[in-house]
């Protein structure tokens, strides 16, 4: 492989630490490989990134989350070792990877879920294994994969119980703590639904549901583990144009393990590829999808094309049983 | 979005508070009901008014007023004791455990308390049931710390599975010991029957009274911390991954959570032998009353769990005059079918 686009190719802590203010999917040019060519012209953007004072308030409430040397194992077995990764502030980061690289891991590892047995996470210059647990929570809200809805819970229920780390023995439930659930409750479009109960609802509904309880939390910084499996194509969009939404309108950083290459093409800032526990290549999606760093991290024959959507990199997986046509090969 | 925001009108859910009071109201109308026929109503009944008076203005030499007051008061008190104790630490043990079939019993209490006790008799030479308390006190406890300290070994912490798994496995391993000591000492195993059957009735002259005083701050203490881990609870019905993200700290959370109910499961079993089912089934009906809310299942629990168990112990005392059938086998015989039923009606698992 050439090592002009291998791993770090923005270096932390330089380009990536800026909010991006030019989002990829507008980008005219500036790509390193002639096979992802921008397309400015395309019409369908969402409006909230068309317009730059949208992301006014995201450079307000930023928080620095890095890993330094960052090792972390389950009992004797390391799953990623001394790994470092500087998360851009109030963007959207997605990461992506082959099952089975870490990056679940990553991300518990970032919510200090699991201990590191070396190096460390910092959130603004200190690390997260000395703050108190609910300090933490305030700040850093994670979505972990699969969470269990109690039995005959109902939407509002849950929803309350995001607000355990601003309450305590000697602050009983308050003004503060309503407006917190209701704003949630609108921020994801389900005040109708706040009386029902969570295990009748449809797993997009549901998905909202958990993502409403994360925001009553008020994190700056929200991870999310595959916020999308399990629902169909329709709601995996809904759910990331919700989390578009909750960053261009709010500035809130997120960070999600995602499966699917071409969502996070569309709607991540700063994509972070892993590789068996490492991360091999980060920066921006039309920088990071190339067809080289797919066959790396993925071990998958691909070609990337624009999507004529968003202008940004289509990921179009080729398989065993297809070849390209020789019109279609590879660009030059 | 500031637009659309409707601050501090968070929506009301479904079941309203309004509702679980009323529940509860209504609950503790049918404790009343029960306890009032605890006190009026066995081998010889007294009328309401003699029970009422009996309590009022006592007369020395009156026969009713001698049944109510030496024997029916305190094995009543009793029975809202135990009850109440087996009821919270049901609902504790099912929501440490994440598990809907979780009673006291999950976690080896009843096993730790049965071997102590035996021991106590075969090795010690404890015959007076009074002596039994410690000893079944110290096993329960006994044997749920070697529990939680099993499970807490290895990937994750005490994990809910690894919990109920080192609970069986303690369970089996103490009720094995306990057959070998029983099956080669018969003086032993004629004692230990009556204990092992599970009764509110006095556990010699004047001894309840003794047992409960020297249980009692156990129970308290119990008692408040179960209602202090219902907000950790709450969380961790979640997961404990969301729960640690919320910033509870799970291992904590869960280790208290334990120790209220090895302190009220453990006094309830000093104070009454092993008994089963009260804790099991008192939260399954309770769910359908107060949703999955801890502090709610609770709060009911301290009412129905007493409100069960002595009800057993009444209608033990009216089938089989002029003897007596002991609570813990009525409580069984009623919640066998009483567990099918609920089983039968809604699907219990997913706490």
């Known amino acids: ?328 090969d590879l660009p030059h | 979005m500031t637009q659309t925001l409707r601050p501090a009108t968070a929506p009301a859910p479904a079941r309203t508070l309004r509702a679980r009071v009323l529940w509860l109201g209504i609950a503790a109308g049918v404790l009343a009901l029960v306890i009032a026929a605890s006190l009026a109503l066995g081998a010889r009944d007294v009328p309401l008014a003699v029970v009422l008076e009996s309590l009022t203005t006592p007369v020395p030499g009156d026969n009713d007023h001698q049944v109510v007051l030496q024997q029916r008061l305190p094995r009543t008190l009793v029975g809202l004791l135990v009850g109440a104790a087996l009821g919270v630490a049901g609902a504790l043990m099912q929501g440490i455990t994440r598990n809907p079939l979780a009673d006291p019993g999950l976690l080896g209490v009843n096993a730790g308390a049965s071997l102590f006790v035996v021991l106590a008799i075969s090795i010690l030479g404890v015959t007076a049931p009074a002596g039994y308390i410690w000893f079944a006190f110290a096993g329960g406890a006994l044997a749920t ?10 990937r994750g912490g005490a994990t809910p599975v690894k919990l109920a798994l080192a609970g069986m496995a303690i369970t089996a391993g103490a009720t094995s010991l306990l057959t070998l000591v029983l099956l080669t000492n018969t003086t032993a195993l004629s004692t230990y029957r009556f204990w092992a059957v599970g009764s509110l009735a006095g556990r010699g002259a004047g001894g309840t009274a003794d047992t409960i005083a020297a249980l009692a701050p156990f129970l308290l203490v119990g008692g408040l911390l179960a209602f202090a881990c219902t907000r950790w609870l709450n969380l961790l019905a979640m997961g404990d991954e969301l729960a640690r993200g919320l910033g509870v700290n799970v291992a904590r959370a869960r280790g208290l959570s334990m120790l209220a109910a090895v302190l009220l499961a453990g006094s309830a079993t000093a104070i009454a032998g092993p008994i089963a089912f009260v804790g099991l089934v008192v939260p399954h009906l309770i769910r359908p009353l107060t949703g999955p809310d801890y502090r709610w299942i609770l709060s009911f629990a301290l009412v129905l769990g007493p409100a069960l168990l002595v009800a057993a112990d009444v209608i033990g005392r009216l089938i089989a005059q002029p003897g007596e059938l002991e609570a813990g086998l009525v409580v069984a015989l009623l919640g066998a079918p009483v567990m099918i039923a609920i089983v039968r009606r809604a699907k219990v698992s997913g706490l």
């Open chain 2, 145 to 154: 710390v070697v529990v939680y300290g099993v499970a807490a070994l290895g």
């Open chain 1, 1 to 328: 492989m050439t090592s002009d686009v291998h791993p770090r190719t923005d270096g932390r802590g330089t380009s990536a630490a800026d909010p991006p203010a030019d989002r990829p999917r507008t980008r005219a040019s500036g790509s390193t490989n002639a096979g992802t060519v921008r397309r400015s012209d395309t019409p369908s953007q969402p409006d909230v990134s068309a317009d730059p004072a949208a992301r006014a308030p995201a450079q307000r409430a930023g928080h620095d989350l890095r890993a330094e040397g960052l090792s972390l194992a389950y009992e004797a077995r390391q799953v990623i070792a001394d790994l470092d990764l500087h998360l851009p502030r109030a963007a959207i980061t997605a990461i992506v990877g082959a099952n089975g690289c870490g990056k679940s891991t990553l991300l518990r590892g970032l919510a200090r879920l699991l201990r590191p047995t070396g190096g460390g996470v910092l959130l603004d210059g200190r690390s997260i294994s000395t703050l108190p647990a609910r300090e933490l929570a305030r700040t850093i809200g994670i979505l972990p994969q699969g969470p269990q809805a109690p039995e005959g819970i109902t939407v509002a229920e849950l929803v309350r119980r995001g607000r355990y780390p601003h309450r305590s023995w000697f602050q009983p439930w308050d003004r503060s703590d309503d407006a917190a659930v209701a704003e949630a409750l609108t921020a994801t479009g389900i005040v109708d639904l706040a009386g029902r109960r969570v295990d009748e609802l449809s797993g997009g509904q549901r998905q909202r549901v958990w993502i409403a309880m994360a925001l009553a939390q008020e994190p700056d910084v929200l991870l999310l583990d595959e916020p999308t499996t399990f629902l169909d194509v329709t709601h995996q969009l809904e759910i990331l144009d919700l989390l578009l939404e909750l960053n261009r309108e709010r500035g809130a950083t997120v960070v999600m393990v995602l499966h699917d290459l071409n969502l996070a093409a569309r709607y991540a800032d700063h994509l972070v590829v892993m590789r068996a526990g490492a991360v091999h290549a980060t920066g921006r999606p039309d920088q990071v999808l190339t067809e080289e760093i797919i066959a790396e991290a993925f071990g998958l024959r691909a070609r990337v094309v624009p999507d004529p959507v968003s202008g940004g990199p289509l990921v179009v997986p080729i398989g065993r049983f297809h070849t390209t046509p020789p019109d279609h």
